[in-house]
């Protein structure tokens, strides 16, 4: 059983581009979260998805960011013109259905994105 | 909004020290509770989750208390070996199925 696969592992993009991260959950997970994280930081949350569905994106920015999780294909979270200050580690986890409170998040090895 | 501290940020100890990393969390109404490692440039690998109703977990080396009436929970590491160097993290799963993270605690053991 796979874990949670990102891709790509690094993307570099020059400003005023689209970058577009992609993430496929452990098999049987219907749970997808997007993290960010910068160095010397923590994890900031962006937004929580079930499929087809954006459940909570109080994280995410308003303008130029979006994500979705279609019935089928991986997550994707989309940064549309980006700037030098979307560079960063952008982490995805996904967890099966959250009926109880022994199921664990699962995290992917994350996308750097670096923004010229 | 829940918000989750984690003390020390930084620790460094010789080999073999057994330590203690802090989590404290400010709204008890958990579901459970995750320490995470994340090593350089790495995702992060769960290492421990403790349910609400539960008091501690263990594996291996390692040892996880909650006390969620106060808000805590301690990451024990017993034997500490080099191979521990790594950031520790702690999530915070809350009732409406969000996560929260501590800014976690990078960990050095020195040989």
């Known amino acids: 059983n796979a874990g949670v696969m990102q891709n790509p592992r690094h993307l570099v993009r020059r400003r005023g581009q689209e970058a577009r991260l992609r993430c496929s959950p452990m098999k049987g997970h219907s749970h997808v979260y997007w993290y960010r994280q910068l160095p010397e930081e923590g994890l900031k949350f962006m937004v929580y998805?079930?499929?087809?569905?954006?459940?909570?994106e109080s994280g995410m920015p308003k303008e130029r960011f979006s994500a979705e999780f279609p019935k089928e294909g991986p997550s994707i979270l989309r940064i549309q013109q980006v700037v030098r200050g979307d560079s960063a580690a952008y982490f995805c986890a996904s967890s099966p259905r959250l009926g109880g409170t022994n199921e664990k998040l699962f995290f992917g090895s994350g996308t750097q994105l670096s923004v010229l | 909004k829940q918000e989750v501290t984690q003390i020390p940020a930084a620790l460094s100890v010789p080999e073999g020290e057994n330590l203690v990393l802090n989590c404290s969390f400010t709204d008890s109404a958990i579901y459970n509770l995750q320490w995470f490692r994340q090593d350089p440039g790495k995702g992060l690998t769960s290492l421990l989750l403790i349910q609400s109703s539960q008091r501690e977990q263990t594996s291996g080396r390692l040892n996880a208390s909650l006390d969620k009436s106060s808000g805590r929970s301690t990451l024990y590491i017993a034997a500490s070996q080099p191979g521990d160097s790594a950031t520790y993290l702690c999530?915070?799963?809350?009732?409406?199925?969000?996560?929260?993270f501590g800014t976690g605690t990078s960990l050095t053991v020195i040989p």
């Open positions: 999530a915070v799963r809350n009732t409406g199925n969000q996560f929260y």
């Open positions: 998805l079930q499929k087809e569905n954006i459940i909570d």
